[in-house]
């Protein structure tokens, strides 16, 4: 229902940071919760964080805990992942998603997001 479009990523040293963005259109973007995933080669798609439509409440896998913050900005609709001492482990394509629901607090399952980017490549060098 709402269209989302990921930009910000690239290559990064060890340690270093990066901030994604996903912009968001349509006219509900503010009714949405948002989430980051991210996916490597072979691998299943994880859950990285989420925020409520409000703005008010946050969650993160734990192996981000402490080093990514999301957050949001309804004016632009867009939610940002700033991204902090990233590790070669954090190497992915990264989504942004829109929950399914009108609900007010944060998801972590991929099937309850039902709107996805294209995604944007992040590279942590060892």
């Known amino acids: 229902q709402v269209q989302l479009v990921e930009s910000g990523g690239g290559l990064v040293q060890a340690g270093g940071s990066l901030r994604l963005s996903c912009a968001a259109s349509?006219?509900?973007?503010?009714?949405?919760?948002m989430g980051w995933f991210r996916q490597s080669p072979g691998k299943e798609r994880e859950f990285v964080a989420s925020i409520s439509s409000s703005g008010g409440s946050t969650r993160y896998a734990n192996s981000v805990k402490g080093r990514f913050t999301i957050s949001r900005d309804d004016a632009k609709t867009t939610v940002y992942l700033q991204m902090n001492s990233l590790l070669p482990e954090d190497t992915a394509v990264y989504y942004c998603?829109?929950?399914?629901?009108?609900?007010?607090?944060?998801?972590?399952?991929?099937?309850?997001?039902?709107?996805w980017g294209q995604g944007t490549q992040v590279t942590v060098s060892s």
């Open positions: 998603a829109a929950q399914r629901d009108y609900i007010n607090t944060p998801l972590i399952r991929a099937a309850d997001f039902g709107s």
């Open positions: 349509g006219r509900t973007f503010s009714l949405y919760g």
